[in-house]
């Protein structure tokens, strides 16, 4: 903003601050139920400052799960969210990162028809396309195995055509200077392409790992075995209480553990990301 | 060090449109060969066919005895300077320079010692080599396309317009450099550029381009003085040569200059050709003053621009309309209007046929 007076300075730090206590106050209703025992958590007013039982429910939600489970703790389940995660993000970064390199450096008949069979699949995700994805994968005896949970997610049209535009950037000479200093394309894809694309391969991480991270629909069909249930699963499988309340502590407690690894991600790869999706100059 | 043969060359785009009408040309080793002409007339076109980065549609092209139009351009043992130097900017500088080594498995201490001897016939500092290309400048960037040239010890150097995205001060400095490591090193080039100072200083032999077609091969001063058609005769030299549409005397020794003005041709004139039209040409600096009695052409001044060590009148003869530019050297104080007594040498008349545009020998 130009314009320099303290009114509109102080109105656009009270927006801002209200926009941020909007976001974060339900993360901090989720922070205290998390540090209180089950007795207070079904007592009104809920309680808005923190109590004493924080690591006793971390504990107890890592390791022990809720009472009248089964007693699994969500130790095992944080890691299959991560492995689950992890392979999708990697997955379609590589399989994005290839296809891309396909469309945009080899003349292929039919090449501008794989590109719209690409772009086709952007309007069929998972869940358009669930029952007869759910047959493949089952026939193919990918049930309840990391698998199942991650193949089916891998391919990206949205990726590919990140990439594509990337490529597109990419001065032609650049390429003809690697085919005079005797570069093949599988070395001009690993020397120059890929370290070119570096800050857009961490953005699009952090993108794709919240998204593999937050899937709900797809592990939630295709798990039926608790070995291999995602963290995300849990956490409505644990308000699933009966007769009984929910046992609010643990729920939050898990929301948060939940929470942390797509958080982590976002912090240590802010820089990267930002510079991966604002960044023009090649 | 190689010759490079280029023998009926055509270029079709599959579009159809035809970029190289058949091009022939030996270029010796150690030669420097500069294609010249305005954009879009093939001469980027013709550089890329011989780098093997565009297809040959027809023709051979052979690089020391070798035919080379089916070879990847890693296997044509060339080198290339592109215009806006195409350096790999994740790379280093010194990586830049050895990727093509690396590339062909020589040791690590054999490209060490050929970046080093390439940075240093450069003036790269060893600080240099260690960053990367966005943080140099514009010429130091064009040292390092060079350098990556270098370190190749190719048989043929190709430069694509390599200094056409410097300043022109720096463009003056580098172009110097090129000519001094082309003579230092004695590699054959091939230098294409769309700029006639530059390429009437670097090339032993021009190459003029003109749709396709080479209007003329020559030395720069076999171009500057016998150019072989109306386009060289207007694209060599600046400012470009006075042409004036005009007939030949009734007996082909003479020509009518303006109105009432006629000249003298050299060697007789065309007998043969009397009376036919014809476009009679003269460059700036050969409009010269006549001095006290002798014979002149009344040249009026209409505009005078100083250049300091030019003064470059543009005037006509007479009544006639067509405008000429005289280029004096010096500084000589002509004003708008003023009458000057011009004189023209017989020798440095050029003649040209108006239907083919070709010169018409005296």
């Given at each position: 903003m130009i314009e320099n007076r303290p009114f509109l300075k102080v109105l656009s730090h009270v927006i801002l601050i209200f926009g941020v206590l909007l976001v974060a106050f339900p993360i901090w209703v989720a922070f205290v139920a998390a540090t209180h025992d089950a007795g207070r958590m079904n007592i009104l007013p809920l309680p808005m400052w923190p109590g004493g039982h924080f690591l006793e429910n971390l504990d107890v939600a890592l390791n022990q799960g809720v009472w009248g489970g089964d007693g699994q703790g969500v130790a095992f389940m944080l890691f299959n969210s991560m492995i689950m995660a992890l392979v999708i993000a990697f997955g379609k970064i590589v399989i994005s990162l290839l296809s891309a390199f396909a469309i945009v450096y080899f003349r292929f008949p039919f090449r501008m028809f794989f590109f719209w069979m690409i772009f086709v699949t952007l309007m069929l995700p998972v869940e358009v396309r669930i029952l007869p994805t759910f047959e493949v994968v089952a026939n193919l005896g990918m049930l309840n195995s990391y698998w199942g949970l991650t193949v089916p997610l891998i391919a990206s049209a949205t990726a590919t055509f990140m990439f594509r535009q990337v490529f597109l950037t990419i001065p032609d000479e650049l390429l003809e200077a690697s085919r005079i200093d005797g570069a093949g394309p599988l070395r001009f894809f690993k020397d120059i392409l890929i370290p070119m694309s570096q800050t857009n391969i961490a953005a699009l991480f952090v993108i794709l790992f919240i998204y593999g991270w937050n899937q709900y629909l797809w592990p939630l069909l295709i798990t039926t075995d608790q070995d291999m249930y995602t963290i995300v699963i849990q956490i409505k499988r644990m308000l699933e209480a009966g007769e009984e309340a929910p046992q609010w502590h643990i729920v939050m407690m898990t929301t948060l553990l939940a929470m942390l690894p797509p958080v982590v991600v976002v912090v240590f790869m802010q820089k990267l990301f930002v510079k991966g999706l604002t960044e023009t100059e090649k | 060090m190689a010759s490079v043969t280029l023998d009926n060359i055509r270029k079709t785009y599959?579009?159809?449109?035809?970029?190289?009408h058949g091009v022939d040309v030996d270029i010796r080793e150690g030669e420097f060969l500069v294609l010249v002409g305005p954009s879009g007339c093939g001469k980027s076109t013709l550089l890329r066919m011989i780098a093997g980065l565009e297809g040959v549609t027809e023709g051979t092209i052979r690089i020391g005895e070798r035919e080379v139009n089916k070879l990847e351009p890693s296997q044509r043992d060339i080198a290339m300077v592109f215009q806006n130097y195409a350096l790999y900017p994740h790379m280093s500088v010194y990586a830049n320079m050895a990727y093509g080594l690396k590339i062909q498995g020589l040791p690590k201490d054999e490209i060490d010692q050929r970046v080093n001897a390439a940075a240093e016939i450069l003036e790269l500092t060893e600080e240099q080599l260690t960053r990367k290309p966005r943080q140099l400048s514009g010429g130091q960037r064009q040292r390092v396309a060079m350098g990556r040239a270098i370190v190749r010890e190719p048989s043929v150097f190709l430069f694509d317009e390599p200094l056409s995205n410097l300043d022109a001060k720096l463009r003056v400095q580098m172009r110097l450099e090129i000519k001094r490591l082309q003579e230092r090193l004695g590699i054959t080039s091939i230098y294409v550029t769309h700029d006639q100072v530059e390429a009437m200083t670097l090339g032993h032999r021009l190459m003029v381009l003109n749709g396709g077609v080479v209007e003329q091969l020559g030395t720069p001063i076999e171009l500057y003085e016998r150019p072989a058609s109306l386009f060289v005769a207007e694209f060599i030299g600046s400012p470009s040569m006075n042409l004036i549409p005009t007939k030949l005397g009734a007996d082909g020794k003479t020509i009518r200059i303006a109105d009432g003005i006629e000249l003298s041709l050299a060697n007789g004139g065309l007998a043969d050709q009397a009376g036919e039209e014809v476009v009679f040409g003269v460059r700036p600096e050969h409009l010269e003053l006549a001095s006290g009695d002798e014979a002149s052409l009344p040249l009026t001044a209409t505009l005078v621009e100083h250049l300091g060590a030019d003064t470059l009148i543009h005037g006509h003869f007479g009544d006639d309309r067509a405008d000429l530019t005289v280029r004096l050297s010096g500084t000589h104080l002509v004003a708008a209007g003023d009458v000057l007594p011009i004189r023209i040498t017989a020798d440095h008349m050029h003649l040209f046929n108006?239907?083919?545009e070709k010169r018409l020998a005296l």
């Open positions: - | 599959p579009n159809g449109y035809q970029a190289i108006p239907n083919t």
